[in-house]
């Protein structure tokens, strides 16, 4: 559902121009909404597409169709993704330059560190899935909630994981990881 596209064949003799105007002919309903299946690909889709034209109209054994994004979830995916990516790539790459200058540097200990460094890589993906659940538990059994709590934030019980606000940065803290 959350990446679902409509494709809906045009009339003959209809053009994107008059698909916009949606005067030439009688749109489909959709139940749920009471929309225009047609007013809601237009309201994703630009005004003027002439780049997009080819994106969006296609031509099947003689009919022509367009492909509209009709799920309203779908934009909020598209911006839910770009906020992931552009803040863990983000903080990987600082944080990667920065660990890389601090090992590079000569100190005692650096070949500890180096090893250390080797953990992340080191631990199944299933065990570190399991550790990163146990930290943000909702309640005060989670590490985090456990320390927050100790400062008096939260009383313990902030759900990282199932409360809307909290999911992208909890993925982004364990991503960056």
Same mark, same amino acid.
């Given at each position: 559902?959350?990446?679902?596209?409509?494709i809906k064949?045009?009339?003959?003799?209809?053009?994107?121009?008059?698909?916009?105007?949606?005067?030439?002919?009688?749109?489909?309903?959709?139940?749920?909404?009471?929309?225009?299946?047609?007013?809601?690909?237009?309201?994703?889709?630009?005004?003027?597409? &002439?780049?997009?034209?080819?994106?969006?109209?296609?031509?099947?054994?003689?009919?022509?169709?367009?492909?509209?994004?009709?799920?309203?979830?779908?934009?909020?995916? &598209?911006?839910?993704?770009?906020?992931?990516?552009?803040?863990?790539?983000?903080?990987?790459?600082?944080?990667?330059?920065?660990? +890389?200058?601090?090992?590079?540097?000569?100190?005692?200990?650096?070949?500890?560190?180096? +090893?250390?460094?080797?953990?992340?890589?080191?631990?199944?993906?299933?065990?570190? +899935?399991? &550790?990163w659940h146990?930290?943000?538990?909702?309640?005060?059994?989670?590490?985090?909630?456990?320390?927050? +709590?100790?400062f008096g934030?939260?009383?313990?019980?902030?759900?990282?994981?199932?409360?809307? &606000?909290?999911?992208?940065?909890?993925?982004?803290?364990?991503?960056?990881?």
């Open positions: 559902k959350l990446l679902s596209l409509t064949e045009l009339p003959p003799k209809m053009t994107w121009g008059s698909l916009l105007d949606e005067q030439v002919v009688k749109q489909e309903i959709d139940l749920k909404t009471g929309e225009s299946v047609h007013e809601k690909s237009i309201k994703i889709l630009p005004r003027e597409p &002439i780049r997009y034209k080819e994106l969006v109209q296609l031509s099947l054994f003689g009919k022509r169709y367009v492909v509209g994004a009709t799920d309203p979830d779908f934009v909020q995916a &598209i911006g839910n993704t770009l906020q992931f990516t552009i803040i863990s790539v983000l903080f990987e790459a600082l944080l990667g330059l920065g660990i +890389a200058l601090v090992v590079n540097s000569n100190f005692k200990g650096r070949g500890a560190v180096r +090893a250390a460094m080797l953990v992340p890589w080191a631990v199944i993906t299933v065990v570190s +899935a399991k &550790i146990w930290m943000l538990q909702s309640s005060r059994v989670g590490l985090f909630n456990t320390i927050l +709590a100790k934030i939260g009383g313990g019980q902030i759900a990282f994981l199932s409360e809307e &606000i909290w999911q992208i940065p909890s993925m982004i803290m364990i991503d960056v990881w």
